[in-house]
């Protein structure tokens, strides 16, 4: 049996959130650090969420990227079961992260580990309450919003306001082109994959449709590049030798479009679940991150079941992602028993 909705919505939350604690303790490091530390294949890899690195994580503890994603899906819950605007809740739970109130931090201590795009943006909507002029600015590229924008690929069912979502709510933070693209490209491919069981094939070409459309057409816009580019990837080898030997155009250090290259390649590689992770997170850099966004492609493909059981039972958000997922869908009218169907 293929997994349900509600094990793809509840698998997508947790992959995303165990490729961020998988990655955490070497965050930034480059893949030739990691493969000298790790110099076997990807059996050999440490598959327990052992927490450290220079940020000094506790096992299975969420980051930025895992903290903002929640933040968009407390946004989503508070838009569907209270007729909240979506928009602005998203951008006041970003705050209320940013600002010190939120779980498992001191009140009024800032987070530990923020993308400078986000902090300045947040900075800015402190002041203005307008989360549609907030946004760094063109140029400003980084995977601040393609790593936390996947609530709305798991509960937002109408295509069209998917994509506008997806579009503001990165804008909130990123408003570049190549960020807001990105978001409603991945969410797409998401809810492809959750909402309406598509194959892995047709979910990432209607994902490449709406990076076309939004572009305005062309079909050499730099999302569109970067999803192709992710087709073409074996992730192996990319984790075995490495960016530069492998051709791959960046360093996977926190470029919006090498984070969705990646994400690609993983949800296209037919392997288990914690084996694509691994090799995401052995290409080094931006390791947290990178993992979290493909991690959220694979849990969207695979569902929960296909997770390893000590993530599950060490991430910082498992048992409230999981209340969540339950509170939304029965709202939406989603049966979220075993016996569960779209």
């Not at 598509?198 to 730099?222: F, K, Q, T």
């Amino acid at each position: 049996m293929s997994p349900t909705r509600s094990s793809r919505t509840i698998g997508a939350l947790l992959a995303l959130h165990a490729g961020d604690a998988l990655g955490a303790p070497l965050e930034f490091k480059p893949h030739t650090l990691i493969l000298s530390r790790f110099p076997g294949p990807n059996a050999a890899f440490p598959r327990t969420l052992t927490g450290g690195g220079f940020l000094a994580w506790e096992p299975g503890a969420a980051t930025d990227d895992t903290d903002l994603t929640r933040a968009i899906v407390l946004a989503y819950r508070d838009a569907i079961t209270k007729k909240d605007d979506v928009v602005l809740k998203a951008a006041e739970h970003c705050l209320a992260w940013y600002q010190g109130r939120w779980p498992s931090r001191q009140p009024g201590t800032l987070p530990r580990d923020i993308g400078g795009a986000t902090r300045k943006a947040l900075s800015k909507y402190a002041s203005s309450r307008d989360p549609y002029s907030s946004g760094a600015g063109q140029g400003s590229a980084g995977n601040g919003s393609l790593m936390r924008c996947i609530a709305t690929g798991l509960f937002q069912t109408d295509p069209e306001l998917l994509r506008k979502e997806s579009q503001y709510i990165s804008s909130i933070t990123h408003n570049d082109y190549r960020c807001t693209i990105a978001c409603a490209a991945y969410n797409t491919i998401v809810s492809s994959l959750v909402v309406h069981e598509m194959s892995v094939e047709e979910a990432v070409s209607a994902g490449e449709r709406v990076a076309i459309s939004l572009d305005r057409g062309r079909v050499d816009g730099p999302v569109h590049a970067a999803i192709k580019l992710g087709r073409t990837i074996s992730l192996g080898e990319l984790a075995d030798k490495g960016p530069r030997k492998t051709g791959f155009p960046g360093p996977c250090s926190g470029f919006v479009l090498d984070s969705l290259s990646l994400a690609i390649a993983a949800v296209m590689d037919e392997r288990r679940l914690d084996q694509v992770l691994v090799d995401v997170v052995r290409v080094g850099m931006d390791t947290d991150t990178n993992a979290a966004i493909a991690g959220g492609l694979l849990g969207a493909r695979d569902g929960e079941e296909a997770l390893l059981d000590e993530w599950k039972d060490s991430l910082q958000f498992s048992s409230e992602f999981r209340s969540l997922v339950e509170e939304v869908l029965s709202a939406q009218g989603v049966i979220t028993t075993d016996q569960n169907t779209k």
